[in-house]
């Protein structure tokens, strides 16, 4: 290899002399369209020279330099531009990222990060490619940004050297570049073992501080517990906490710690069934949550509490023990009531919030992420999601409408239901409808409810229906006999109604007198110098000349 790269390479290229290249490069970055078209000429006849290995750096220059000249002529539309820019743009990324590629694909951002091509860059190419079309001004952008870098990465390399120079960027060092890219990932494989051991050395260290703590917990039961051990301790998982949270989350929702075993129970005396029976209401008991107090107190802060929620709520998510998932769920409704700020506390004594503090996991209110607390309980649905979906709507800190989340209250009700259906307490085979049972039902609830039929009978009968005619006698209603189709008339429509509002008006009404309107009480405060207003025993209120004004005002929305 190293004989190799000593040899002096020589290749063939299409342009006659260095001056050449040299004028073409000069006329591709000018400001003048006349001279970029000349040098825009020259290299279809180096393409023409090369046939099929023109250089990539080359072609990229070309393409971008022909959609700035057209783009200053003045002669295509903004989508005709926007389309020529954005292959000119998707042509680059691919072309110069294609020789990065190995045997298994890997992330255009990553290689083109290798390149030094802006991120920005790369996600342009794909917008152009797999969604919405960006602006001219972005791709006129763009452009300019790539044909500085081809400039700065491939044309200015070129000028130190002779006519000879290695030209061809398709076969310039694919030797090394592998041998590279073999250091690069024997590196990757290195740094990844070494971050795997760590994290392996951090879990075991966990899992280690934490038996310790229930040591220490369960010693405490038997006699007074050692301060100094416990400080230790929990000063320890302290740090772990602010060095690796998440993996110290994720060993404390294993079993034995946050959800105990049934051995733990025992020894608490908490008892192995009975804090689950209610999965509808999950509360941990007041011994357990005490155990873990201590802990969970020197833990607090804002972005743990935040990290151990969402670990929760995962955790919940692909459950199917119903023990587990009561303690995962408990550990959350404690969490969020916890959070919470209801009214009813405010009016409560001394020696009632100092009780009620005394259980606290924390005192002081957090501003939970709530849009993504509500998706996560809604992507988890067991028995106790309504309850901890009425806890989340209950404390979010800009409450959805009402309407809202009602309907996701019953929504999460209807299909949660299956995971608390409770056994059928009639036990034998369910009934078998047929085509006749169901002809048949109408006839048996007659006979279950005869005083029913007897009286719908009564209401359809011809008695009945005079009967009503007569009650709505002298009013502006009328019983109507007719078979009328209603399911074809919206609600508020009768058949023949117009939409004219004049057809609402009464042809028969009534007056009202003074005699008629309510009597005043206390006698009216005359102003001395001013008239009274006067009241007319058989006057009109309304006259007919005012009707008509009115229904002439009306306006029909």
Not at 94 to 106: F, K, S, Y
């Amino acid at each position: 290899m190293k004989k190799k790269s000593a040899e002096k390479k020589r290749h063939v290229v299409a342009w006659a002399n260095k001056a050449e290249w040299d004028q073409v490069l000069e006329y591709l970055y000018s400001a003048d369209p006349a001279l970029q078209r000349f040098a825009l000429q020259r290299v279809s006849a180096w393409r023409g020279r090369y046939a099929s290995s023109c250089p990539v750096a080359v072609d990229c220059t070309a393409d971008l330099v022909r959609c700035q000249v057209l783009d200053r002529a003045g002669q295509l539309d903004a989508e005709e531009l926007v389309l020529l820019y954005g292959a000119g743009l998707v042509r680059f990324v691919n072309l110069i990222t294609e020789r990065q590629q190995g045997r298994t694909a890997r992330p255009l951002r990553r290689l083109a990060g290798n390149l030094d091509i802006p991120e920005w860059v790369v996600n342009l190419r794909h917008d152009v490619t797999h969604r919405k079309l960006p602006t001219l001004t972005w791709c006129r952008k763009g452009c300019k940004v790539v044909l500085e870098w081809l400039q700065q990465k491939y044309w200015s390399r070129q000028l130190g050297g002779g006519p000879h120079e290695d030209w061809d960027s398709e076969s310039d060092g694919e030797e090394e570049e592998e041998e590279e890219e073999e250091g690069g990932d024997q590196k990757r494989h290195g740094d990844a073992l070494m971050a795997r051991q760590q994290e392996m050395e951090a879990y075991k260290d966990a899992r280690e501080l934490l038996i310790s703590f229930e040591k220490e917990q369960f010693r405490a039961l038997d006699g007074p517990p050692e301060d100094q051990n416990l400080s230790a301790l929990l000063a320890e998982l302290k740090l772990l906490a602010l060095q690796s949270g998440a993996l110290l989350v994720d060993v404390l929702l294993e079993d034995g710690f946050l959800v105990p075993t049934a051995e733990q129970l025992e020894t608490l005396g908490c008892g192995g069934g009975a804090d689950r029976r209610d999965a509808a209401e999950p509360r941990l008991a007041p011994a357990f949550l005490r155990f873990w107090l201590p802990l969970l107190r020197s833990l607090y802060s804002a972005s743990f509490i935040h990290l151990l929620l969402e670990k929760l709520f995962v955790e919940l998510k692909p459950l199917s023990g119903a023990f587990r998932a009561f303690y995962v769920a408990a550990w959350i409704s404690e969490i969020i009531v916890c959070n919470g700020n209801k009214c009813e506390f405010h009016f409560e004594t001394k020696g009632q919030k100092k009780a009620r503090m005394k259980d606290r996991l924390f005192v002081n209110r957090i501003q939970l992420r709530w849009q993504q607390l509500l998706s996560a309980c809604l992507e988890a649905p067991c028995a106790s999601t309504p309850r901890l979906l009425q806890l989340v709507l209950d404390d979010m800190e800009h409450p959805l409408p009402p309407d809202t989340r009602h309907k996701l209250l019953q929504l999460c009700s209807i299909y949660t239901q299956g995971a608390r259906r409770e056994p059928d307490p009639r036990p034998g085979p369910r009934p078998v409808y047929t085509l006749e049972s169901l002809r048949d039902e109408p006839r048996h609830a007659r006979r279950l409810h005869p005083r029913r039929a007897e009286a719908e009978r009564g209401e359809a009968s011809p008695d009945g229906q005079a009967e009503k005619a007569k009650g709505l006698r002298g009013s502006a209603w009328q019983l109507c006999s007719d078979k009328v189709p209603w399911r074809n008339y919206p609600l508020g429509k009768v058949p023949g109604q117009s939409d004219d509002p004049s057809r609402l008006m009464v042809e028969r009404y009534s007056t009202l007198t003074v005699v008629d309107q309510p009597v005043e009480l206390e006698a009216p405060h005359h102003v001395p110098g001013g008239s009274a207003p006067l009241r007319t025993a058989d006057g009109l209120l309304w006259n007919h000349s005012d009707v008509n004004k009115m229904k002439s005002g009306l306006t029909l929305f």
